[in-house]
């Protein structure tokens, strides 16, 4: 049997190329979380919330994929890639793609979702739905919140076309007439200010009834004659632009990265434009003299039906309106021995001395880790506290107590990533912070994100130094651990805890690599340690022997890795793979992926953990991991993978990272060899995997 290593050929056609693209497939997950908004069994709200996020993820996918797939195609044109596109083909069917989705949304949301909330008693009211007293209403709000605050600008030589904020709301104006000094311009652009809300809602003395509410952009169509006095307007429309959005340090060039970063970042809003959103109703001479000044095309423009971000619906879903709109309340567990500890530090220690913890989010309350670094700063025995950042948010108890506990004097030492993309701000304040109580701040290794997930406690018991550490799968990131499904491991294990050390030091000064016993950490050992992991399996297949994989992860591109699973696949292997996202692998393909099954679960919360299975001859390895299979997690971050030791905590990951989930068929889609994603049909009794373990491991509040 041949070594698939060697698979792709030179020049592959798309449907023989080995390798899905990546841009597709992301579109495909977010045609994914679209379907969550089109299924009725859903709560209304719980509906438009998905709506929102497939904008808030398409403005990224702009932002960032978009804007790389340009550079493609302007620097290699016509080169094919291993997927079988060149980047003019492949930008092709993205554009393509994505005016499919985005036509998708706005139908859903003006045939389907606004009309049914409208039944349930949730309203967004257009001008030519005002009545004399919303109408009357809306004329003050604008003229004493709204008009004083807008800056028409009419273009002529002495006002060139305004500098415009990525993603910002703006009106082009048509025009005619003359003004005060008898100048004709015919074309005027009105920036809104982002202080101003872009939903409002309609007091229910004006209108009737609670939840009625109206667009900025409503207000600015129907009082647009006020902006130019004594002039004809003709027309208002709204539009915006979004701009590249990835920032270029050159970390071999900076001597501060810090410094560089916030250099770069206020330059981030104003980058090369990418997309054009318009109004369905703007004239075509407008659209093209916008294209014109951002040096976009047609298949660049895209004309909405509605508001030009629907992600300002968001706050809709928030309402205290009726709570059938609603998924309902739930309030994670405080799991044992958790539940039953007082405010004495030594309790937590004493109880991650005696075996592993696991916790899993957010089935399981994220309080445990909160305790743990409170534990630390409050017992006098802790001596030294080191700890990742890659996001944690702007309000973070997690970051104020790390400040506590530098201010009372014990050792901290931070290692925060600067590069955690649309978190740079937020992360540079909280160092600046950090510093300020005199805790030590490192960035990490030039050139590697640190996206590894720990938290080291050193402990002064007797006359020696117990280590007490905290390896996860997601942020320490209080907010989305009520939103993301993560694993976090509390473990004294003395051969796990000194390897986190060993990474620190890595991290925070230098010197040769050492040696690591159980820790994976990439960019040395996690790829060759996973590619020889699906080796293993591979042999005892071609033996004649069980062999099995499991993986869980948000994305799977590595090319290596793929090969591998392919040839395991040959080989007999059965692999299950669950991939929220992106993945470039294509699974059931006679005589390349027979034995690869793909999943992607789209539910109630965001599938965020990384969990490698591989049956090892009986043994059972299984690993938790902050990395994805991805180029840039194996090779150009700072990652772990850290094994799950204790038989019985083996035996939950297993279960409620494969043996659950692959038996879901509610949330449950399945690739097929087209590529094209299928919801799993229902064949038995439906289950959905995130009720099941909000059952199993919560309970409902």
């Known amino acids: 049997m041949s070594d698939t290593t060697s698979v792709s050929v030179s020049t592959p056609t798309p449907d023989s190329a080995t390798l899905l693209n990546r841009e597709l497939s992301l579109l495909k997950f977010n045609e994914r979380v679209l379907g969550m908004a089109v299924n009725q069994a859903n709560p209304l709200l719980e509906r438009l919330r998905y709506l929102c996020i497939v904008s808030s993820n398409l403005d990224e996918f702009f932002e960032i994929r978009i804007s790389s797939l340009k550079e ?32 998708r949304q706005y139908a859903l949301l003006n045939k389907d979702i606004f009309p049914a909330l409208r039944k349930r008693g949730v309203s967004v009211l257009a001008p030519r739905e005002y009545t004399e007293a919303v109408s009357e209403w809306a004329r003050d709000v604008f003229l004493t919140e709204v008009l004083p605050l807008l800056t028409p600008i009419g273009l002529d030589p002495a006002h060139p076309f305004p500098r415009v904020y990525n993603k910002s709301l703006n009106f082009i104006v048509s025009l005619s007439g003359e003004d005060a000094f008898g100048r004709r311009a015919s074309i005027a652009i009105v920036q809104a200010p982002r202080a101003l809300p872009r939903l409002l809602e309609i007091p229910e003395s004006v209108c009737g009834q609670r939840h009625t509410y109206t667009l900025l952009s409503s207000l600015m169509q129907q009082f647009s004659g006020d902006l130019f006095p004594g002039m004809e307007v003709k027309g208002l429309y709204q539009w915006r632009v979004t701009r590249n959005s990835d920032l270029f340090v050159d970390e071999d060039e900076v001597t501060n990265l810090r410094q560089a970063l916030q250099g770069e970042l206020s330059q981030r809003n104003f980058g090369a434009a990418v997309r054009l959103e318009i109004s369905e109703n703007t004239p075509v001479e407008l659209e093209q003299f916008l294209q014109r000044e951002f040096a976009l095309g047609p298949k660049d423009t895209y004309r909405t039906h509605g508001s030009v971000n629907l992600t300002r619906l968001m706050p809709l879903c928030d309402i205290d309106a009726d709570p059938q709109l609603v998924f309902p309340s739930y309030r994670a567990r405080l799991p044992a021995p958790f539940d039953t500890m007082n405010d004495n530090p030594a309790e937590m220690f004493d109880a991650i001395a005696r075996e592993d913890l696991l916790l899993h989010h957010p089935y399981q309350s994220f309080k445990p880790v909160i305790d743990f670094l409170t534990s630390a700063a409050l017992d006098p025995q802790v001596v030294a506290i080191k700890q990742t950042i890659y996001r944690t948010g702007e309000d973070s108890e997690l970051m104020g107590l790390l400040l506590a506990a530098a201010k009372a004097g014990k050792e901290v030492t931070v290692v925060v990533e600067l590069m955690a993309r649309f978190d740079e701000q937020t992360n540079i304040n909280w160092a600046a912070k950090l510093e300020e109580v005199g805790a030590h701040v490192v960035y990490g290794v030039v050139g590697h994100k640190t996206h590894a997930k720990m938290l080291l406690v050193l402990r002064r018991e007797g006359k020696k130094i117990v280590r007490y550490g905290h390896l996860g799968t997601g942020n320490y990131h209080p907010r989305t651990a009520r939103l993301y499904t993560d694993f976090g491991l509390l473990t004294a294990n003395p051969d796990l805890t000194n390897d986190m050390d060993r990474v620190f030091s890595l991290l925070t000064g230098l010197g040769a690599r050492r040696p690591l016993k159980l820790l994976l950490q990439s960019p040395f050992t996690l790829h060759d340690r996973v590619v020889k992991l699906i080796q293993a399996e591979t042999e005892q297949a071609q033996a004649g022997k069980k062999a099995v994989i499991m993986a869980k992860m948000n994305s799977l591109l590595e090319v290596d890795v793929i090969n591998a699973l392919y040839k395991a696949s040959q080989a007999g292997v059965r692999i299950e793979l669950i991939i929220r996202g992106v993945c470039a692998l294509r699974s059931g393909v006679p005589g390349l992926s027979e034995n690869i099954r793909v999943r992607s679960i789209v539910g109630r919360f965001l599938e965020h953990s990384r969990v490698f299975y591989f049956h090892a001859g009986g043994q059972e390895q299984v690993y938790l991991s902050s990395a ?74």
């Not at 492949?90 to 005016?99: I, K, N, P, T, Y």
């Not at 297993?654 to 879901?664: H, Y």
């Not at 060899?673 to 409902?700: C, Q, T």
């Open 72 to 103: 493609q195609e302007r620097q290699f044109p016509n080169v094919p890639g291993d997927d079988g596109l060149t980047p003019s083909a492949a930008f092709e069917l993205v554009q393509q793609r994505v005016h499919e989705l985005v036509d």
């Open 628 to 701: 994805d299979w991805m180029d840039r997690n194996f090779f150009r971050r700072v990652e772990v993978a850290f094994p799950i030791l204790n038989p019985v905590l083996k035996k939950r990951v297993i279960n409620e990272s494969f043996i659950f989930p692959l038996k879901d068929n509610v949330l449950a889609w399945e690739q097929k060899p087209s590529s094209e994603y299928e919801r799993v049909k229902n064949r038995r009794e439906p289950f959905n995997i995130h009720h099941y373990l909000m059952d199993l491991l919560g309970k409902a509040g």
